[in-house]
């Protein structure tokens, strides 16, 4: 169960926090949270598939790093295996705060029943004056970075809506060995209907700034077949 606390250097000035890659520590996880805004660098590594909350009233992206409930395929022992880790795994067990109402000023928060919390090892969030290290400085702005991602989204998915440009999307895989996954529930870009839009409706996309990320999300679905490989490997004990 989590156990959120505002971060201060009064209660957390000895505070540690583990950095590593490791299922242990909560990074066997099936996929994670993405904002458009970074779906450049998303798409190098991962798909990005959509889908709706569990009230329907509101799309996600999501980095797929997996078929299965706490697979991440990304995951071994030697760490995580891409050269970009999105934004909402990058920055725990840290969150962004604001008052009871959800007014006020944005503060750092954190999780302290994340196993995250280092005891003696990891890195330190305040140094021994009680200013925040470079660390706490760089997770900060990915923060800020990702809460200003999520505000900035809604205008995003409410415009994939009004072209309707989202589409159910189902994946049957076979593996080397005939098992098989099917991954159902989730949204992708309808490529046709992109391609019929007309000039504006384009315009108006890549005014307000949404045309790359939808042709940064369609571009990632290659990353599928990269994906199933890594499925493979993993079976083979490759």
């Known amino acids: 169960m989590s ?28 996929a994670s949270i993405v904002m458009p805004a970074e779906f450049r660098q998303v798409q190098n590594a991962y ?26 395929l990304y995951l071994t022992p030697g760490g995580w295996d891409a050269r970009y880790r999105p934004l909402a795994m990058e920055v725990q067990p840290f969150l962004i705060g604001g008052g009871p109402d959800g007014s006020g000023d944005r503060q750092v928060h954190i999780d ?42 809604a205008a995003f998915f409410a415009a994939l809506e009004r072209h309707a440009l989202l589409e159910p999307f189902t994946l049957d895989v076979t593996l080397d060995s005939g098992a098989t996954h ?24 890549h005014a307000a700034g949404h045309l790359l990320p939808v042709f940064m999300a369609v571009a990632s679905l290659a990353n599928l077949g990269t994906l199933i490989a890594r499925k493979n490997r993993q079976a083979s004990g490759g």
Request: hydrophobic share 45%; charged share 30%.
């Open 47 to 72: 798909p990005i598939l959509f889908r709706l909350n569990d009230q329907r009233d509101r799309f996600t992206a999501l980095a797929l790093f997996g078929f299965e409930a706490g697979e991440n």
């Open 182 to 205: 099917r991954l159902v529930g989730f949204h992708t870009i309808d490529e046709e209907r992109l391609a019929a839009l007309d000039a504006a409706a384009l315009g108006e996309l």
């Open 3 to 30: 156990h959120h606390a505002l971060l201060t250097a009064e209660a957390h000035r000895t505070l540690r926090i583990r950095t590593e890659a490791d299922a242990a520590l909560g990074d066997a996880q099936m």
């Open 112 to 153: 302290m029943a994340s196993p995250r919390i280092g005891g003696d090892e990891g890195m330190r969030v305040f140094d021994d004056a009680g200013a925040p290290t470079p660390y706490l400085e760089g997770i900060a702005d990915r923060l800020g970075a990702l809460d200003q991602g999520y505000r900035d989204s």
